[in-house]
């Protein structure tokens, strides 16, 4: 992945920050697909500093999605094909936060927006690798398949509805 | 609905002083305790001393009957 500015952190990589004590914590929490299928597990929470919230839940994929071995959806233009494939040790995927509702009694978290094929066809990265933008944009575009091909990154980025559930779900999706 | 926000943790250290403050504060309150308890046997002990005082006019009044 492209070297660029860090602009997102693990949570557990701020030492002296905490989740906010109004908000659940949901690592550990099951992610659950519309079909309502375990499709892995919260590892952690991705920060954006600068708008002081989660933008992302890093997701443990569960063995079921790797296995099933999906060409990612959607290349950018700029990368070669044979760098947009998961590869082996490549299993862990981002969710924007505004497209999951969190079930707090059950501690499930629930992205009844995403289906399990699309689960399966998004590109996932290793854990420990640094995001980058253009990751960002295509993971966005493979769950949301509205999003132009030419989208690329811009300014106020984590303003999109994907990022904001209230905004999201009043698309109905 | 999803939002997380994040907070910045409260520093540890003032509570660390707290509880250095009050063990400081528990030691001093004993010790001074402690040294009040002498003062009082010491007390007691000047206490003792008069009744020996009054012996001593008891035999200077034997003195001047017997004159």
Known sequence: ?173 | MAEIKIEKKKPVWPWIVLILLIIVGAYVFWAYNDQNKNVKQDDVITDTIPPMNDNQNDIEVETTSAY
């Open chain 1, 1 to 173: 992945m492209k070297n660029e500015e860090k602009h997102l952190y693990n949570l557990d990589e701020l030492s002296d920050y905490k989740v906010a004590s109004d908000d659940p914590d949901v690592r550990g929490w099951d992610v659950r697909d519309a079909d309502n299928r375990v499709v892995g597990k919260v590892e952690n929470l991705l920060v954006n500093k600068n708008i002081k919230r989660v933008v992302y839940l890093d997701v443990h994929v569960d063995n079921t999605i790797i296995d099933a071995k999906h060409d990612p959806y959607g290349r950018p233009n700029n990368i070669d094909i044979r760098e947009f494939v998961n590869k082996d040790g490549e299993n862990h995927v981002i969710i924007p936060i505004g497209m999951v509702n969190l079930d707090k009694s059950n501690k499930n978290v629930l992205a009844s927006a995403i289906d399990h094929r699309t689960f399966l066809e998004t590109k996932r990265y290793q854990h420990g690798t640094p995001l980058n933008t253009e990751y960002e944009t295509a993971v966005l575009k493979s769950y949301n398949r509205k999003v132009p091909p030419d989208y690329v990154y811009e300014e106020g980025f984590y303003d999109r509805d994907e990022f904001d559930r209230n905004k999201y779900s009043k698309r109905g999706l």
